[in-house]
């Protein structure tokens, strides 16, 4: 069911093609449009929501390039935020760098430290990988918090805004179209990496590394290049954020953020980057409702309510989609696709 | 010297806590195939536990811990049959998923519960004083090394010695074989995560006396894993081994290097973490562990 009865495919690039139809063509059109106009009909307070919607969904696509598509389970993603945010943060405070020229370099020192921490998943697997992930979190904030001369410490660094042709992205509007077209790059290359030669071997991996490594993919090149890219798209993500809010403090960067995006890859569905984006979306929503509702119900029932609140609806969500729907939102857009495909006549 | 006894005293006692909750970890994953990331959640779920009796209620020790181990089990009980019971045959990012959305739903239920504020029950508990050399050691420490040996020994018998706990054993090794020897496996698991429970609990109430409750407690579970990829996983003598291993070597570390350190160190906070790196690029299946040998 990917693409409507009727639809042929007379060559290769047709077959392989995302975008098949006329309406696909147009409802993307329309959709970009949509993004594009957005300042003009929201408010500052939904630019903000969107602006860390689309920051969450980078970070996301990353791990779920790592995770979902090459098997290496990470629950340090946020601890890679932090690398590239501090590395972009002092490049451009200390140092006076641009930042289209510190964002780069972000990206690439959160790679290299995914590297450096991927390099236990030469030996070992599953659980194990996992422990290496979560120690990443805790040494790379540690390290973070000793450095207090250059990274500011617990008190923080402010961060400058980025500019453009002396055109500084201060209000909220202008930095949303910066972070949404790069959340749109980031997806472009994401849905690109997974059909390309280094995306079959992922998924290869991700099903028998085994026989993947009889089948000649080379195991060693393969899982770090994986945590590469996972880590480039937390590096990328972490530097929009601190320049976002021009602060980075590692409170920005919480071991429970760590876990919360695997829930959102859960969520969205392993494995598919439809799925990434309606996860990091849906629970960004939700997380935004329990800030609205939370005030309420704490007055209503205790003061700690609505931080207790928070993480049991966050727990409970993992749970009954890892229950009842293991695939994900994915899935249940696909199959809403099908249905409306399909209907009346199911043929 | 006496600080460096006092340091290897209190690493010691930590030592022994860590052990308990890794003990708790290998159980389960042995009998049940499950990573459980909640057991430091059952950590801190003991704290509290230990604070309402001892603190609330003004029970003797000896009756807190009976009724704290009564409601550990029914935790254990019911988050198997809610949580884990439907996962069965699920892939390991699942089961692993499961116990990380099972200790946030814990650690929300004790922040409702108990405010998540920091609670201690110091000079509660009976005095027992003991003298190493020029050291006194703090009651609270000698209860806790008392309570986790007789724990062990106890889990040691009950491992040996019973019917239920050879099952335990015979499905760590396989379990179509205890299958189709009659014995109900998913009785097997629930027994188990039971146990791991009360062992999680019985820790908590160790170390909530010695260094208080609150509910970033929890991360003790995490700083637990060092001392698991130590001993190798599928160990439990090792795991006793590695955790005061782990213990000491921590609060040495932390108390001789912490003031050479710029922003005050806290290296005891991130020193197991260093372990687990070592541990995995050097001798993943650790020092006790077997390596694992997999078949396409």
Redesign the interface.
Same mark, same amino acid.
Request: hydrophobic share 65%; charged share 5%; glycine share 10%.
């Given at each position: 069911m990917e693409v409507p009865s009727g639809t042929f495919s007379q060559s290769y690039a047709q077959d392989m093609a995302i975008f098949r139809t006329r309406t696909h063509w147009i409802l993307l059109l329309a959709f970009l449009a949509f993004l594009f106009t957005c300042p003009l009909y929201f408010g500052d307070r939904i630019l903000t929501i969107m602006t860390i919607i689309c920051i969450t969904v980078i970070s996301v696509l990353g791990l779920n390039i790592l995770?979902g598509y090459c098997?290496q389970?990470s629950?340090g993603h946020a601890g890679f935020m932090a690398v590239g945010a501090y590395t972009s943060g002092i490049l451009t405070a200390h140092f006076g760098w641009s930042f289209w020229a510190a964002l780069p370099c972000a990206a690439l020192m959160a790679g290299m430290v995914g590297i450096l921490?991927g390099?236990?998943s030469l030996?070992?697997k599953?659980?194990?990988l996992?422990?290496?992930t979560?120690?990443?979190q805790?040494?790379i904030i540690?390290f973070i918090?000793?450095?207090?001369?250059i990274t500011g410490?617990?008190d923080g660094l402010a961060v400058p805004k980025p500019e453009i042709f002396g055109f500084v992205l201060k209000s909220k509007g202008s930095y949303f179209y910066l972070v949404m077209i790069i959340a749109c790059l980031a997806t472009f290359a994401a849905k690109n990496i997974v059909r390309t030669r280094v995306g079959r071997a992922f998924i290869a991996i991700r099903d028998?590394e085994?026989?993947a490594e009889?089948m000649g993919v080379n195991l060693w090149a393969y899982n770090l290049l994986a945590f590469f890219i996972g880590c480039v798209y937390a590096g990328v993500a972490g530097s929009l954020l601190v320049h976002y809010v021009a602060f980075a403090s590692v409170d920005q960067f919480p071991f429970m953020n760590s876990?919360w995006y695997?829930?959102m890859l859960?969520v969205g569905g392993?494995g598919s980057t439809v799925g990434a984006i309606l996860g990091a979306v849906s629970l960004k929503l939700l997380d935004e409702l329990v800030t609205v509702i939370g005030p309420i119900i704490s007055a209503a029932v205790?003061?700690?309510?609505a931080?207790?609140?928070?993480?049991?609806?966050?727990?409970?969500?993992?749970?009954i989609f890892?229950?009842f729907e293991?695939r994900g939102l994915a899935h249940r857009w696909q199959m809403a696709k099908a249905y409306y495909r399909l209907w009346p006549f199911s043929h | 010297m006496t600080f460096f006894l006092q340091l290897v005293i209190s690493g010691f006692t930590l030592g022994m806590v860590y052990a308990l909750i890794a003990i708790g970890f290998v159980i389960i994953l042995k009998c049940s195939k499950a990573?459980n990331i909640a057991q430091g959640h059952f950590v801190m779920i003991g704290g509290y536990l230990g604070f309402t009796f001892l603190v609330t209620f003004h029970m003797p020790i000896w009756a807190s811990l009976l009724v704290a181990i009564a409601a550990a089990i029914v935790m254990g009980l019911l988050v198997e049959r809610l949580?884990l019971r439907?996962?069965v045959g699920?892939p390991?990012?699942?089961v692993?998923?499961?116990t990380? &959305? /099972? +200790? =946030?739903?814990?650690? &929300? /239920? +004790? =922040?409702?519960i108990w &405010?998540?504020e920091y609670k201690t029950y110091h000079g509660v508990l009976p005095k027992l004083t003991l003298k190493i050399g020029e050291i006194s050691v703090p009651s609270e420490m000698t209860i806790g090394v008392i309570v986790s040996v007789v724990t062990v020994v106890i889990l040691m018998i009950i491992f040996r010695y019973t019917k239920s706990g050879l099952a335990m054993r015979a499905t760590a090794e396989d379990e179509q074989v205890v299958q189709s020897a009659g014995i109900r496996v998913t009785t097997i698991y629930a027994l188990s995560w039971a146990i791991a429970c009360v062992v999680g609990v019985i820790s908590g109430i160790i170390l909530g006396g010695v260094s208080g409750v609150m509910v970033g407690m929890s991360q003790v579970g995490?700083k637990a894993?060092a001392v698991v990829?130590l001993g190798g996983?599928n160990s439990i003598g090792g795991a006793i081994f590695a955790g005061i291993i782990v213990g000491v070597l921590e609060n040495v570390a932390a108390g001789y290097l912490d003031p050479l350190?710029?922003?005050g160190?806290?290296l005891a906070?991130?020193f197991p973490?260093?372990i687990?790196?070592v541990v995995?690029?050097f001798r993943?299946y650790g020092l006790f562990g077997l390596a694992e040998i997999?078949r396409?």
């Open positions: 995770t098997n389970i629950i921490f390099l236990p030996r070992v599953g659980f194990y996992i422990m290496a979560i120690a990443a805790f040494i540690w918090l000793q450095f207090r001369n410490g617990g028998n085994l026989a009889v876990v695997l829930g859960i392993m205790a003061p700690q309510a931080a207790s609140l928070s993480l049991i609806i966050r727990g409970l969500i993992i749970i890892l229950i293991p | 990573f949580t439907p996962l699920q390991v990012l699942a692993i998923m499961m990380i &959305g /099972l +200790a =946030t739903v814990l650690e &929300g /239920l +004790a =922040t409702l &405010g998540g995490l894993f990829l996983v350190l710029p922003a160190g806290g906070n991130v973490f260093i687990i790196i995995l690029i993943p997999e396409i």
